[in-house]
């Protein structure tokens, strides 16, 4: 099938900007009092409301916030784990890196930066590329789901990734893997001469307005690549703001609207729902007709960036492992099709 740009996106984002009627560019950071209900969007709220594991529910259409939804307890200041979504931060910063040279391009053999692949001997090892860890066809056996306890526990992360049989040539199958995007923090490590956390920091949060939190790194100090970044809702919205608006925000470039753009073209889709396809770090399905690209993490923290709707909807949850979460993750979809899609349709 033919990769094609989706060019309507929605974000569900869990944190937004400060008031109903003031611009998301410019309320985050602050920490203003909750916005109003919007009228139309009480169903919404209503709804979140009856989800006991939902933190948060923010939702910024034109730029507005017009729902900001925070579960018993919740601040909006408080740091959210949002698990897999640091992939697609991941990703938007691979996206800056190759926009400033750093990274030659998307077909860079990652031997470059891994020399002793060289010795290695699989030679499928020396045709992975840049592209291929975005798009989790690395063809490397995945480091997620029954493998994630044994990688972490690893004493070298990088090394254990590596090490990894391949399981399908490069460039062919998504096979996703928390690991693939470890070995992209660890190659920003190098071309940037710096942390990942100081690199994200001055090249992404710095021009979206906020401070970046730490988060945990491996044992040779790269910081995680694909998981436990701690970011706020009005965060999250900020960077699905970012990509509403193809990498441009305030006046300022951050990243490269071609970037932006091929990161949400199909390039593989998953094995356990095929209607969910995957792009540079982000993930690629409908809703309510509408196509939208967005940033998922584990327990219920999204990013939907709906383009063709002007919308960002942001999602943070609780993170617990849990036989519930399935149910969780169908009635946020719920919320979003049935509440807040056809309002804004509507308007």
Excluded at 107 to 116: A, D, N, V, W
Aim: charged share 20%; aromatic share 10%; proline share 6%.
């Amino acid at each position: 099938m033919k990769p094609r740009i989706f060019h309507g996106w929605f974000v569900l984002i869990v944190s937004a900007a400060a008031m109903v009627g003031t611009r998301c560019e410019s309320s985050i950071g602050a920490v203003p009092n909750q916005a109003p209900v919007t009228p139309g969007f009480d169903g919404a709220r209503a709804a979140a409301a009856s989800l006991p594991r939902l933190h948060s529910l923010l939702v910024s259409w034109r730029g507005e916030l017009v729902l900001e939804h925070y579960g018993q307890g919740i601040r909006p200041t408080r740091l959210a784990n949002v698990k897999s979504v640091s992939k697609s931060v991941i990703a938007t910063l691979v996206g800056i890196a190759i926009d400033r040279g750093l990274i030659a391009g998307l077909t860079t053999p990652i031997s470059t930066y891994f020399p002793h692949l060289a010795k290695d001997p699989s030679p499928e090892k020396r045709r992975i590329t840049i592209e291929d860890l975005l798009t989790m066809r690395s063809g490397l056996e995945s480091t997620s789901f029954d493998n994630y306890g044994s990688w972490v526990r690893s004493r070298n992360w990088v090394q254990y990734v590596l090490a990894q049989p391949i399981v399908s040539p490069p460039g062919t199958t998504v096979e996703y893997s928390t690991g693939s995007s470890h070995l992209l923090s660890a190659i920003l490590t190098k071309v940037s001469k710096t942390s990942t956390h100081q690199f994200a920091q001055t090249a992404l949060a710095t021009p979206l307005g906020f401070t970046l939190a730490p988060w945990p790194r491996d044992p040779q100090g790269i910081y995680f690549g694909g998981n436990e970044m701690q970011m706020t809702p009005r965060q999250m919205v900020r960077f699905g703001e970012l990509y509403l608006r193809r990498g441009l925000l305030n006046g300022r470039r951050i990243v490269s609207a071609e970037w932006v753009d091929t990161s949400c073209v199909p390039r593989g889709q998953s094995r356990f729902n095929p209607d969910q396809r995957y792009g540079y770090g982000w993930w690629i399905r409908e809703f309510a007709g509408r196509p939208a690209c967005f940033a998922w993490g584990f327990g219920g923290q999204y990013i939907f960036v709906f383009r063709d709707l002007d919308l960002v909807v942001v999602t943070t949850s609780s993170a617990d492992v849990s036989d519930e979460r399935r149910d969780h993750r169908r009635m946020i979809f719920d919320i979003l099709e049935q509440r807040i899609i056809p309002i804004i349709v509507g308007r």
